[in-house]
């Protein structure tokens, strides 16, 4: 199971195993017995499970995302620093409090474990990211470096709009907010369809087809918001780096705090996720 491989994880359920003389492919217990068993060391118990669920999404071979994620914080050829990955993507998307009751192998037989489902549905979610605003648009070999001010002194002939798109569109302040809508997507789907699913554990739900629809259309019509290719707010509304608050209330209103338009209309999730075709 790919939610066991963090080492420390694993190890403790090893000694849970030996302890109440369980075969080494007995998952027949949970989260919380795990972290009750080893009392003191809940905490630590807790942040190893989380941690191996955030390694298993990052470094799954089928998550075309990691590709675009600086995992050393230096290159200045990637979209996405690890650091603005972790605390915008994973944090959106794992729960770093739920601690499960049900078995660690619960359901795995059809398909249904709910950390493999958690796992499997994120990276599915980034992988359509990935195809549909970085894979054959970002051009690591124009990278990240100055891209506003190379529009600002009009040396920016050889920078795509596909690019400029995928650039400004990962940036830490505003990958967060537009990842909140994004979870509304989902939210807002389950509650349509008359499921009540506890936002902790929406990715632990199979998402059906109609969902992933809504999922990919929200993701094609945010890439093409008119915003992102605008080259005339390179020396304002993008430039330097704003907070989370400032590009919320873009979001919000359509405005920034300073009274400047940048959206035609305010975000509005249920409009985006109609086909591109009828996205207006």
């Known amino acids: ?56 999404i990052t470094n799954a071979k089928d998550n075309k995302l990691k590709d675009y ?9 990637l ?16 729960n770093s409090k739920l601690v499960l009751k049900t078995a ?9 474990n709910p950390r493999e489902l958690e796992i499997n549905q994120i990276v599915k979610i ?20 100055r891209v506003e001010k190379k529009i600002i002194d ?26 909140q ?3 509304k997507v989902i939210t807002t789907y389950f509650a349509n369809t008359g499921k009540m699913v506890a936002e902790e554990k929406i990715f632990q739900t199979p998402f059906d087809e109609q969902l992933w629809i809504n999922i990919g259309n929200f993701i094609k019509n945010l890439s093409q918001l008119p915003l992102w290719k605008d080259r005339s707010m390179a020396s304002t509304i993008f430039s330097g780096k704003k907070n989370y608050d400032y590009w919320r209330e873009i979001f919000e209103t359509g405005s920034s705090l300073d009274g400047a338009i940048v959206l035609t209309n305010p975000l ?13």
């Open 104 to 112: 660690i192998d619960s359901k795995t037989d059809e398909g249904l």
């Open 1 to 56: 199971m790919r939610q066991l491989n963090n080492t420390l994880y694993s190890e403790r359920v090893k000694k849970y195993q030996v302890a109440h003389n369980l075969k080494e492919d007995d998952y027949s217990f949970s989260e919380q017995q795990l972290i009750d068993f080893f009392k003191g060391d809940g905490a630590n118990i807790k942040k190893y499970i989380i941690d191996s669920i955030k390694h298993s």
């Open 79 to 94: 979209p996405i620093s690890y650091s603005a990955f972790d605390k915008t993507i994973l944090s959106s998307f794992v």
């Open 154 to 179: 009009k040396k920016d002939t050889n920078i795509t709009d596909d690019h400029l798109i995928a650039y400004r569109i990962s940036k830490e302040e505003i990958l967060y907010n537009w990842l």
């Open 69 to 77: 994620i600086d995992f050393d914080g230096k290159a200045k050829e």
């Open 268 to 280: 509005n999730f249920i409009e985006m996720i109609k086909g591109t075709e009828n996205f207006v």
């Open 181 to 183: 809508y994004l979870k």
């Open 126 to 145: 980034l992988s359509l990211l990935a195809e549909n605003i970085y894979m054959n648009k970002f051009l690591p070999e124009l990278g990240t470096a």
